[in-house]
């Protein structure tokens, strides 16, 4: 059973930096698309960015230019490097397995709280 687990979050100010990361066991790293989502109090689950299993990556229009997501076959993890960081990023961020909201396998969430 695919398990994830993710690392990284905390508060920071804005305008700040946080990389997440996301380590992997369970199944076969290299064969899985993976997917970093978050969601804010009150609000849906949001699709933040996706890397394919080639590295191609697609991103959230509200983190476009901020956020980048990559992976690590060798270590299993995939990361989120966040840059600019703004309060309205501020929400539980989800690793999960798959490039879309549905089906795969999710983490348990790390907080990220972006406030002066």
């Known amino acids: 059973q695919l398990q994830l687990v993710e690392s990284g979050g905390g508060l920071v100010q804005p305008g700040g930096s946080l990389r997440l990361s996301c380590a992997v066991s369970?199944?076969?790293?290299?064969?899985?698309?993976m997917a970093w989502s978050r969601q804010a109090p009150g609000n849906q689950r949001e699709l933040v960015a996706t890397?394919?299993?080639?590295?191609?990556?697609n991103y959230a229009d509200s983190v476009k230019g901020r956020f980048t997501i990559s992976r690590d076959n060798g270590k299993n993890t995939v990361f989120l490097e966040m840059n600019s960081l703004k309060p309205e990023d501020t929400a539980v961020y989800y690793c999960?397995?798959?490039?879309?909201?549905?089906?795969?396998?999710w983490g348990q969430g790390t907080q990220v709280t972006v406030s002066s």
């Open positions: 999960k397995s798959g490039t879309s909201l549905t089906g795969g396998s």
């Open positions: 369970g199944g076969i790293f290299r064969f899985l698309g």
């Open positions: 890397i394919t299993t080639g590295g191609m990556t």
